[in-house]
């Protein structure tokens, strides 16, 4: 069945991918970006494609595209946010405005599209939604405190929202690629200006990350076509892990903070008023227990 996607972050990189992958599939696309001229597609698809001017972090610009698609296809089946930026720094020396901004573009970009495209699909009681992060959502690397931190967000995020929308139809999915092989990541990594008593974690991680072939080792085309099935099964997962490096990495940081939540689990016992049972028997403890579990 053909479908419509509405996909920011469309004019490269992975979203790029996405766009060429559902439209040879023969779904409807609607691809935003900032720069939406810089959208390039087979001209023979050309019926099947608009293209918009798109600012994820501008909520009345998100919904105007999400109206001008619906009066364009009808509808809007899918929803993929691409869209990212990633600011390099030590928390302490970052600018303000930028770290902001990474907050804005990765966390409540994404927040915005989404609140944007639910009142579409909510009557409907169907539709796709596929966050992209990073593996980084799970990490806690020295220089990349605030692209992280709103990944982090984004994944907590994505959870809640598919448990809220999976009554009724709608499903969401978080995609947390390792690193992949575009112009956007292999573009040199800037060295920020930081205090010299950084050098050693944020100053050494920028140069060790720039132009590293073990690092950009996904295939962008190879995740869309990841990311096409997603949006075709009736039960996707909440979290999806892509690339052999995110699959590596993931259980390495599991396996850590479950170690030190272990040998810190009586103090944190402790802390409990007296005289109550065990919280794994309680009503509540039945309500927040993990999906799935």
């Not at 809220?164 to 956007?184: D, H, N, Q, S």
Request: hydrophobic share 45%.
């Amino acid at each position: 069945m053909t479908k419509t996607f509405l996909i920011s972050g469309a004019a490269g990189g992975l979203g790029g991918r996405v766009v060429e992958a559902a439209l040879a599939a023969g779904h409807s696309v609607v691809a935003t970006d900032l720069a939406p001229d810089a959208v390039t597609v087979p001209a023979k698809h050309r019926d099947r494609l608009l293209v918009r001017a798109m600012d994820v972090t501008d909520l009345a610009g998100v919904r105007d595209a999400v109206a001008h698609a619906v009066a364009q296809f009808g509808t809007i089946d899918v929803l993929v946010n691409s869209a990212g930026t990633r600011g390099v720094g030590s928390i302490e020396d970052m600018s303000e405005d930028e770290f902001r901004r990474n907050v804005e573009v990765n966390f409540f970009g994404a927040v915005n599209t989404v609140r944007a495209v639910l009142p579409v699909m909510r009557p409907r009681r169907c539709g796709s939604i596929v966050n992209v992060s990073t593996i980084g959502g799970r990490r806690n690397q020295p220089g990349l405190g605030a692209y992280q931190s709103a990944k982090w967000a984004l994944g907590g995020f994505t959870e809640i929202l598919a448990r809220e929308v999976a009554p009724i139809g709608i499903r969401a999915t978080l995609v947390e690629p390792g690193g992949i092989r575009t112009p956007w990541a292999a573009a040199p990594m800037p060295v920020p200006d930081i205090h010299a008593e950084y050098e050693e974690t944020v100053g050494r991680f920028a140069r060790t990350y720039s132009n590293n072939p073990d690092v950009q080792r996904g295939d962008p085309a190879k995740m869309a076509a990841v990311i096409l099935r997603l949006t075709e099964e009736p039960k996707p997962p909440v979290r999806l892990l892509l690339g052999s490096d995110a699959a590596w990495i993931a259980p390495q940081i599991t396996e850590a903070r479950a170690a030190e939540d272990a040998a810190w689990r009586e103090v944190s016992a402790s802390t409990d008023l007296d005289g109550l049972g065990d919280f794994a028997d309680t009503e509540v403890a039945r309500m927040v227990r993990p999906a799935g579990n």
